[in-house]
């Protein structure tokens, strides 16, 4: 390939990823329409401190916020519940969930994280009940615990150790039916070939996650709010369904976009070792993944220079924006052509290494305090 | 009405009763027939003393009894599992099904009883999970300890104190599929309006109930037997397939016919009070109810004493034969037209007057060892 070959090349790569950045960016602004959401510029403009997140527009949409707004504004207390699948250690996709976790938790949230077991293994994540629920107390409990959150405020339950989430199951089951979650889910008649577990987990568990802090153990009716992708929203209108029928208050959420995985397609995700960076990786193993990862920079650095990177579909970019502070202006760096992958690429590794030993130099302490976060409230007023 | 009117009428009457009768021996073989059944002529043939049910021709099928036989023979632990609904206290019908339970425990099971308020509820027999919780430790439990079972061979468990029965359910949930589900339900397209509680316990937590004898922390694979109406035939079904692909074996089960409610249509049920004779009942009421009690008999004396009654289809011949061993020949004295209905009934009254308070004098006593008789075992070996 000759030097006008290769610009050619370089030249049809950067029109595909422009092209790919600004689909992604009509799919999440068809997602606020589609589903009916608020974007969140009223309190970014009004909030003295709004998260990281939310100013980056990664959290960047919500559904019924100003209930939560209220409650905070009349001292009343509130809660956000965000379950996860331990199907594996958190990664750093989990680690920007908890950040707004944490965000939520300084505005006066109690926060209730379910790790959800069953649900690892009735999807077919785990092999059984038994290894996703070692996994939640071997590396994702203590991951969680070392981030900093309250003890006084962080109520985790791992589902097969709280199996009387089954009776709030069941006593939330009869105020929703099978034709209305087929039709959130957008199940067809030849695709209910599912297990009972499954259907029961969408249609009743995880209602019974998200309205648990309205029940009387917990101080009853009050503002909700989950913390969510937008796949996650026929959980949303399921939920407020019911807490109406309870006489519960319905559920806001705020939804967050995914944080894209290293190979460039897709979200990190539990499933993809070699595109997740995990919070329980070596350091050696890390620094492997970061140098192989793709990037949103050119084949030809002169090309890069004189166009620029596109950084927001950037896994590199996406990560490092997301999680830590560079000293440097990130995006003007990386779009005015002055920033090339390999400098970017060696910045992210020594701060993604950086995290990771100081996080996993916290994880043995956070295992012997994994008791103090635990939830463990009969739930009584039901029977 | 003259006396031939009368006459012309106590002949289409009684043919009427003759018809229904035939219809329901019918109803019974064809069931034989297309379930594939077995009828239980050689156990009764073979057997040094088969229980009253058996003998009577009441429990009349089985499938698969041979592998309970067998491990009888190898003198091997098995186990019998007959859940029941708390809606309402138990009635004559019920003890039925005790009275055949307790010959099995004599005859050397290991007998569980999950009392299903989770079920009570999801299918609506019950307005809450509290309301069959509290009708299970007044009156159904007690009543179960008062006709005499052995409290270190029976295992009873209400459900919504049982709640671990969740992580059971979810773990065979895997092993079938929504299909099989409505498949053996017959549920059609259209029909899938009910909630997700009532397809779970359907299609996992009765499973979980007929298979908990198999898992590790009750001895493991064994020998089962459940006890129950044709009805019933899709949960047995699928328990042995899911038994099956756990490595269980799969259950046998004997099928009991229902006692008839005393208005002379469908079975005794919690929910038709005045049709069946509950073992709370005051005895002022058990006599009210008996007194308005159809019969099999005919409008006519002169003609009931020609003719006979229809003995099969009679609600009170049926609680009599099957409850009580009157000294005579009770068959017998009612085809020929010896014993007229109001005879009858009278004696009826007097046994189940009887029963009825000497079973009531025990109540007290049994509600102070409900205890001994109550299932905790915590099931760890899934997790």
Redesign the interface.
């Known amino acids: 390939m000759d030097q006008s070959e290769l610009e050619e090349k370089a030249r049809e790569n950067f029109e595909t990823k422009k092209s790919i950045s600004a689909e992604e960016n009509s799919y999440y602004e068809a997602k606020i329409e589609t589903m009916g959401l608020k974007t969140l510029e009223r309190l970014i403009q009004f909030h003295p401190n709004p998260s990281k997140l939310m100013k980056k527009g990664v959290t960047f949409a919500h559904q019924d916020l100003e209930t939560v707004v209220e409650a905070i504004g009349r001292n009343k207390p509130w809660s956000v519940i965000c379950g996860l699948n331990p199907s594996g250690p958190l990664h750093l996709g989990h680690k920007m969930i908890f950040d707004e976790l944490l965000w939520l938790q300084q505005q006066g949230a109690e926060v209730y994280i379910p790790i959800t077991n069953?649900e690892s293994?009735?999807v077919?994540k785990s092999p059984?009940?038994?290894d996703s629920?070692r996994i939640a107390y071997d590396s994702v409990i203590p991951s969680i615990i070392a981030m900093g959150f309250d003890s006084k405020k962080t109520h985790i339950y791992v589902m097969?150790?709280y199996?009387?989430?089954?009776?709030v199951?069941?006593?939330l089951?009869?105020?929703?039916?099978?034709?209305r979650?087929?039709g959130v889910f957008g199940f067809g008649?030849d695709e209910?070939?599912?297990?009972?577990?499954?259907?029961?987990?969408?249609?009743?568990v995880q209602l019974a996650q998200i309205l648990l802090p309205q029940f009387e153990e917990f101080g009853g009716p009050q503002a909700t709010l989950i913390n969510v992708g937008v796949d996650q929203y026929p959980y949303l209108l399921l939920s407020r369904d019911v807490a109406r029928k309870k006489g519960f208050v319905p559920p806001s959420a705020i939804f967050t976009k995914f944080l894209p995985g290293l190979s460039g397609t897709g979200k990190m995700t539990s499933s993809r070792i070699k595109s997740s960076i995990f919070l329980t990786d070596s350091l050696k193993d890390a620094e492997k993944k970061l140098k192989k990862a793709y990037t949103g920079g050119s084949i030809l650095a002169d090309f890069q220079r004189e166009n620029g990177g596109v950084f927001d579909i950037c896994p590199i970019y996406n990560l490092r924006a997301n999680h830590f502070e560079p000293e440097y202006d990130l995006k003007d760096r990386c779009s005015s052509g002055d920033l090339l992958c390999g400098y970017c690429k060696k910045d992210a590794i020594t701060e993604v290494l950086q995290y990771l030993s100081e996080h996993q130099a916290k994880l043995e302490d956070a295992k012997s305090r994994i008791d103090e976060y635990l939830l463990k409230t009969p739930i009584r007023s039901?029977?």
């Not at 089951?173 to 034709?179: A, D, F, G, Q, Y």
């Not at 209910?192 to 009743?204: D, K, M, Q």
């Open positions: 069953d293994y009735v077919g059984t009940l038994a629920r097969s150790d199996p009387e989430i089954y009776n199951a069941m006593d089951s009869k105020h929703t039916n099978l034709n979650i087929f008649k209910v070939g599912e297990n009972p577990g499954t259907l029961f987990y969408r249609g009743a039901i029977l």
